[in-house]
Nanobody, 122 residues
Framework: QVQLVESGGGLVQAGGSLRLSCAAT????????MGWFRQDLGKKREFVAA????????DYADSVKGRFTISRDNAKNTVYLQMNSLKPEDTAVYYC???????????????WGQGTQVTVSS
């Protein structure tokens, strides 16, 4: 069982940066793939990024590649999403999630946080 709590969201101007954090409880955190998803009002939840248990492999949606960086600190049971060069279209609620394999589909993720709002103004 893994419980996830996101933080770090907020309001930022276009071109700015934010770093999201996702703190996990449970000793099994280090065995999970961790992912970030986002959902804007009226839109489907979409994959943003994922990282394997040891950080050796990462995956990014094309829309954020080169701007966002996912990382993790297993000693702190935390996964991060560094977001640079933010655009208004990045506005969404951002969720972290845990899975057993590196995947992009929501259904492959067993545990979810409650989300944190990111708003990018133009």
């Amino acid at each position: 069982q893994v419980q996830l709590v996101e933080s770090g969201g907020g309001l930022v101007q276009a071109g700015g940066s934010l770093r999201l954090s996702c703190a996990a409880t449970g000793r099994a955190f280090a065995t999970y793939v961790m992912g970030w998803f986002r959902q804007d009002l009226g839109k489907k939840r979409e994959f943003v990024a994922a990282i394997t248990w040891n950080g050796a492999t990462t995956d990014y949606a094309d829309s954020v590649k080169g701007r966002f960086t996912i990382s993790r600190d297993n000693a702190k049971n935390t996964v991060y999403l560094q977001m640079n060069s933010l655009k208004p279209e990045d506005t969404a609620v951002y969720y972290c999630a845990a899975a057993r394999h590196l995947r992009r589909l929501q259904g492959d993720y067993s545990y979810w946080g409650q989300g944190t709002q990111v708003t990018v103004s133009s």
